[in-house]
């Protein structure tokens, strides 16, 4: 009887072993695949991330200094300014109803026109602008893709033979390479980008 199960025993084990190991490498090779992952969304928001940047850079500025103090106010205060009456950021040195109702007017006009030159500001590039293929020059976005191909390249066995072909064309190709693949490839399709 021991003869027997001993075989059985045996073969269980190396089973268990071999169902662990593959276990391991699946949850090894999920884990570079996240890594990887992350650092493209990253890399892919990150244009995106620098608009809104610029378009937070831009301070309403004007020659009148209590003009500019209250329209920067009014827009500091988001959704809380549709509760506040225009007249709470009007000067104190004002006091006729008919020079606060004047000035309020002129502090939501320049509010208003901001905000559009802001938008302005932010609709002038284009989403294709916002390719992180335009911005390989930029030291985080370099860095970002050259963890990513590292990380490409240390796992490139858990890939597929594209993958692997795409890994080593695109580790052998600069930037201004790569940005006229992407514009002959706009060209090509232009609504799919």
């Known amino acids: 009887m021991l003869k027997l199960l001993a075989p059985v025993l045996t073969l269980i084990g190396i089973w268990f072993a071999y169902r662990i190991n593959r276990n391991k490498r699946l949850a090894e090779r999920l884990r570079s695949y996240e890594a ?99 911005h390989l020059d930029d030291p985080d976005i370099d860095e970002r893709l050259a963890t990513i191909l590292d990380h490409v390249g240390k796992n490139l066995s858990s890939f597929g033979p594209q993958t692997r072909s795409r890994w080593r064309e695109t580790t052998l190709v600069g930037p201004d390479e790569v940005r006229q693949r992407y514009r002959e490839c706009i060209e090509m399709c232009p609504h799919s980008f």
Do not use: C
């Not at 500025?61 to 103090?69: A, I, Q, V, Y």
């Not at 004047?102 to 939501?108: L, P, R, S």
């Open 36 to 134: 990887i992952l992350g650092d493209v969304l990253h890399l892919t928001a990150h244009p995106w991330k620098a608009k809104e940047r610029t378009a937070e850079a831009m301070e309403f500025d004007h020659d009148d200094p209590e003009l500019r103090d209250a329209v920067r106010a009014y827009l500091k205060a988001g959704s809380f300014r549709t509760l506040l009456p225009p007249e709470k950021f009007v000067p104190k040195r004002i006091t006729s109803d008919q020079e606060k109702l004047e000035f309020a007017m002129t502090i939501t006009r320049h509010a208003r026109n901001h905000k559009d030159r802001v938008l302005e500001t932010e609709r002038e590039i284009s989403t294709y602008e916002f390719s992180p293929v335009h």
